[in-house]
């Protein structure tokens, strides 16, 4: 029982979708309502649910959770890289540079995908092909999308090798990925990456496979190229670390949605939902030698009987008869700052669950760190 | 399915009164693995993953060793166990030389001495259920009662935080966390007093991973335990240990308290690896000192002193002869903090903000050509 579908023509999101307007044309990436499921063996995976936020031209953004939090999930769906089926873009629009590419057609997909909008990825070794030169397969990547010749693609892979600092590009560019080292590598993705003069550059997770003192290296490096091209950067890591280091905004993820955005310095140091603050507590470093480090009981949630209320509710320790009825929306509460969370929300605005009168404890959520 | 939190107040173990009793002893440890090659796959060259390492442990201490992949850390930890027959050199625990004991006494003392590992997925039989994962090894200890083994296993599941009721179900019923916990129950069983945590919270979010911290800090405590704890996240070693050994490339850069160590580096290679962290603090905002180059093959390492390559104190002090020739050992810097550089006495804070002002953050890829 097969249904051949002509990928090509027929795009079955497009169809259904009412789009909203476009906008400003400042922001480069606006994702909206962002839904991603996953349709497994034993039921639906909600990786994503319900995901809202924006990047600005040349801002850095980072997008922050724990192992299942859906940030990968989400940096797939910007790229549409997402298996469909079992994934199925729920609802939710993607708008990236003045256009709505849920509703594109994959051909032109293909045209954004490693030009205007490209991504680096956590495992140097699998993303790269190991049957081919890496001058050859940065070279590839700007044939794709540019009008040049063979000898102007493999100068412009030279020209890249260099420009992320590579020794000797002419002959590094003659090398296999086995050839070089775990640094090295991400360095040539970086560069293929970067070859097309991106809009958007995604990274996810493009240090944790590294070792501390590489990872310095590549988080500089990346740093300096963003600033350099003037592209706008997603990353995505679980490390608060990295994220202090590198961008200027960021938005933390629980169980397939954001519960804060802010800038990187005043979430980090004035967090205001609580899995935030739990967060920021259990970090070794942030906590003397011989205190106890925060702990947040428990686990996240099993992703097929998420909790009816808000996701953190079962570990959190502020949670309150609202919390286990309703779940909370994000909430603009300090200008560029939002949370999710009913501590954040005047009483008058909570509603009233049937056990209780909503009232709960008010905000109280200044953490001092050190 | 909750674990439960052992809620006991913050207590520092005062390091003076660790100093009575030398538990672990290793002196000049050397483990080689052989390459094999050529047609007739005879021997071409070792792989030197431990050179020459020596160190004490003392009764009740934490000693955190620490270093990037590859330089030896992983295979010091089971040569200590002796695991792995070391090549040359001796370890005593106890008292006791471990190459001088013959195998029934070898496992009698094994009962003394166990490891935790990293995968809390790859390191428990799937098909075996929590009783028979733990009770293993009291039975290879000659524990024959199967009442006594039941006994016991669900005595330390509740050390850990689980319920007694666990013993019946199979690994892939817990959650990351939960499985990390049956494997420090495996070791706990034995009732040791010594235990090798191999990068055993790595591998977890950060949540699970401060549950994980609490609890290993939590059962030294209470059952008297003496760790070594390898793990390459320097907030993790700071937090957790006693006194910290830097390893590089099989050898041992720097020993020295935690205090000495994170206050004031005496080894080239400590400062750039301090400098590497990422702060989640972000008011912190440090000129990073960034290392050039990847951490040199340890079939090959290089002559003299085995960080010159990418030194860069011998960089600023203009590359003098010595470092290239002669192997430095460690020295007793004051303290009882022991520095392996010829030139510790310039390593200072000063020194590396002016090493790192000098730097470009892109060219880093390789190590400074000799």
């Not at chain 1, 995976?45 to 999930?73: H, I, M, N, W, Y």
């Not at chain 1, 609802?91 to 032109?108: A, K, N, Q, T, V």
């Not at chain 1, 500089?220 to 990295?242: F, S, W």
């Not at chain 1, 005043?266 to 030698?289: A, C, D, F, M, W």
């Amino acid at each position: 029982m097969t249904t051949v579908v002509d990928l090509e023509h027929v795009s079955p999101v497009a169809e259904r979708r009412h789009v909203g307007p476009p906008p400003p044309p400042d922001v480069l990436l606006d994702v909206r309502g962002l839904k991603t499921y996953f349709h497994v063996m034993d039921g639906t995976v909600p990786a994503v649910d319900g995901v809202d936020f924006q990047l600005k031209r040349g801002e850095t953004l980072g997008l922050v959770g724990e192992s299942g939090c859906g940030k990968s999930v989400t940096s797939l769906t910007i790229m549409r890289l997402v298996d469909i089926p079992p994934g199925e873009i729920v609802s939710g629009e993607i708008w990236f540079d003045g256009r709505e590419i849920l509703s594109l057609p994959m051909s032109e997909m293909r045209q954004i995908r490693g030009s205007d909008m490209s991504m680096i990825f956590q495992e140097p070794m699998t993303s790269l092909n190991p049957v081919f030169t890496v001058g050859n397969q940065i070279a590839e990547a700007v044939k794709a999308h540019r009008q040049v010749s063979a000898r102007g693609a493999w100068d412009r892979a030279v020209e890249m090798l260099e420009a992320v600092g590579i020794p000797s590009p002419e002959r590094r560019a003659n090398q296999y990925p086995h050839e070089l080292s775990g640094g090295m590598r991400q360095r040539v993705m970086i560069a293929m990456a970067l070859s097309c003069d991106p809009k958007l550059i995604i990274a996810d997770e493009p240090t944790t496979a590294l070792d501390v003192t590489i990872q310095a290296q590549i988080l500089e490096l990346i740093k300096a190229m963003q600033e350099r091209t003037g592209a706008a950067l997603l990353l995505i890591t679980h490390d608060l670390a990295v994220v202090a280091e590198t961008v200027q905004r960021m938005a933390v993820m629980y169980a397939g949605k954001i519960v804060e955005t802010g800038t990187a310095e005043e979430v980090l140091i004035n967090p205001k939902h609580p899995y935030t603050q739990g967060l920021i507590t259990s970090i070794p470093s942030n906590v003397p030698r011989g205190q106890r480090l925060n702990v947040i009981k428990g686990t996240v949630p099993n992703p097929f009987r998420m909790p009816k209320g808000c996701r953190f509710e079962p570990r959190c320790p502020l949670a309150f008869d609202t919390c286990r009825e309703f779940d909370p929306p994000l909430r603009i509460t300090d200008p560029d700052r939002e949370a999710a969370c009913w501590l954040h929300y005047p009483i008058s605005e909570r509603p009233v669950s049937r056990n209780g009168d909503g009232s709960g404890p008010v905000a109280k959520v200044r953490v001092d760190k050190r | 399915m909750t674990e439960i939190q052992t809620a006991t107040a913050p207590e520092t173990t005062p390091v003076e009164l660790l100093q009575a009793e030398t538990l672990v002893s290793a002196k000049g440890l050397v483990k080689y693995f052989p390459i094999m090659g050529g047609i007739l796959r005879h021997k071409v060259g070792d792989v030197k993953a431990v050179d020459g390492v020596s160190f004490d442990i003392q009764k009740g201490e934490i000693f955190g060793l620490v270093g990037e992949s590859g330089c030896g850390k992983t295979t010091l930890g089971r040569t200590v166990l002796y695991l792995q027959r070391p090549t040359a050199g001796s370890v005593e625990v106890g008292g006791k030389d471990l190459s001088k004991l013959k195998s029934t006494e070898l496992r009698h003392m094994r009962r003394r001495m166990q490891l935790i590992f990293q995968d809390p997925y790859g390191s428990l039989n799937p098909r075996m259920p929590v009783s028979d994962i733990i009770g293993e090894g009291l039975l290879a200890q000659g524990m024959k009662s199967s009442a006594a083994r039941m006994k016991k296993v669900e005595d330390t599941l509740e050390a850990v935080g689980l319920r007694r009721d666990y013993t019946r179900r199979y690994p892939h019923e817990f959650s990351g966390g939960q499985r990390q916990r049956i494997g420090i129950a495996r070791a706990l069983a034995l009732d040791p007093e010594f235990i090798v945590c191999d990068e055993a919270v790595s591998a977890l979010d950060v949540s699970i991973q401060s549950q994980i911290l609490n609890l290993l800090l939590d059962l030294r405590r209470e059952f008297d335990l003496t760790y070594l704890f390898i793990a390459h996240n320097l907030s993790v070693i700071e937090y957790v240990s006693d006194r910290i050994g830097v390893m590089y490339l099989g050898k041992m850069a720097e020993v020295a308290t935690a205090d000495q160590l994170f206050k004031g580096p005496r080894h080239p290679y400590s400062v750039a690896l301090l400098s590497a962290i990422p702060d989640p603090d972000p008011r912190v905002r440090k000129k990073r000192l960034v290392l050039r180059g990847d951490v040199p093959s340890p079939a090959n390492p290089p002559s003299g002193c085995r960080f010159h390559t990418r030194c860069w104190l011998r960089e600023k002090l203009g590359n003098p002869e010595q470092c290239a020739t002669v192997d430095p050992p460690l020295r007793d810097m004051g303290g009882g903090q022991m520095s392996a550089c010829h030139f510790a006495e310039q390593v200072s804070d000063q020194a590396a903000q002016e090493a790192a002002s000098r730097q470009s953050v892109v060219e880093t890829a390789v190590a400074a050509a000799d």
